[in-house]
């Protein structure tokens, strides 16, 4: 069994700055890539940043260059530094892992989400 978990999230102003964290654990053998998408309310969950295990990293054109992805493979750890935040980065932020188990099962497996809002 496997259990992403995220923390993080919550309430800031525009142009403030918020840091998720998703923790993966079980009987995890390996973890390829990490990341995060977000699914504001009536839209489609969209991807936001990903990263490799070798620390390759993708972003939306919508972050590029105020979201920052990383990672920790000692902990299983992925993380979302988001700067310079907007009223539209308002979402619910879901972190996934696609890994695979020492049953030798494996698969892309998603955390419960964590509500980032951003308002004055």
């Known amino acids: 069994q496997v259990q992403l978990v995220e923390s993080g999230g919550g309430l800031v102003q525009p142009g403030g700055s918020l840091r998720l964290s998703c923790a993966a654990s079980g009987s995890i053998f390996r973890i390829y890539a990490m990341g995060w998408s977000r699914q504001a309310p009536g839209k489609q969950r969209e991807l936001v940043a990903s990263?490799?295990?070798?620390?390759?990293?993708n972003y939306a054109d919508s972050v590029k260059g105020r979201f920052t992805v990383s990672r920790d493979n000692a902990k299983n750890t992925v993380y979302l530094q988001m700067n310079s935040l907007k009223p539209e980065d308002t979402a619910v932020y879901y972190c996934?892992?696609?890994?695979?188990?020492?049953?030798?099962?494996?698969?892309?497996?998603w955390g419960q989400g964590t509500q980032v809002t951003v308002s004055s």
């Open positions: 996934n892992a696609e890994l695979s188990l020492y049953s030798g099962y494996g698969g892309n497996y």
């Open positions: 990263i490799t295990s070798g620390g390759r990293t």
